[in-house]
C-alpha cells in the first residue's frame, strides 16, 4: 500500500513562508497525480493546489494563487507546497494525496485514493 508523510508545517507571522513536503514510499508506488488539501475546523476539505505526474499541470485554489506555489520531485517520490505571504485565514490541517489512476478533476477530494496524516498550518495575525 501507498504511504504518504508529510512535514513542514507550523506557525508563521502573517506574511511569513513555509514549505510543506510529502514524500511518497511503498513497493509499487506510481502517481497520476498528488494535491495539497487543508481542512480547518467546521469547515469543508478543500484543495489547495494539485498537479500531474507527469507533465506537471496544475491546479490552485483561487485564494492561493500567486502566493503558494506546488511542485514535485519525481526521483524522490516527493511532493512539495511553497507557501508565500501566509494569512490568518490559511490555517488549517494540510494533507498530502495522491491517486494512480487517470483523473480528470485535479480538485475532486473524492477522487484520491491515497492520503497522509495532515500537518498543521498556522498564520497568525
Known amino acids: 500500500q501507498v504511504q504518504l508523510v508529510e512535514s513542514g508545517g507550523g506557525l508563521v507571522q502573517a506574511g511569513g513562508s513555509l514549505r510543506l513536503s510529502c514524500v511518497a514510499s511503498?513497493?509499487?508506488?506510481?502517481?497520476?497525480?498528488m494535491g495539497w488539501f487543508r481542512q480547518a475546523p467546521g469547515k469543508e476539505r478543500e484543495c489547495v493546489a494539485a498537479?500531474?505526474?507527469?507533465?506537471?499541470?496544475?491546479y490552485y485554489r483561487d485564494s492561493v494563487k500567486g502566493r503558494f506555489t506546488i511542485s514535485r520531485d519525481n526521483t524522490r517520490n516527493t511532493l512539495y507546497l511553497q507557501m508565500n505571504s501566509l494569512k490568518p485565514e490559511d490555517t488549517a490541517v494540510y494533507y498530502c494525496?495522491?491517486?494512480?489512476?487517470?483523473?480528470?478533476?485535479?480538485?475532486?477530494?473524492?477522487?484520491?485514493?491515497?492520503w497522509g496524516q495532515g500537518t498543521q498550518v498556522t498564520g497568525s495575525s
Open positions: 494525496a495522491t491517486r494512480d489512476s487517470y483523473l480528470i478533476l485535479l480538485w475532486r477530494s473524492e477522487e484520491y485514493d491515497y
Open positions: 511503498g513497493p509499487t508506488f506510481s502517481s497520476y497525480a
Open positions: 498537479i500531474r505526474w507527469s507533465g506537471g499541470s496544475t
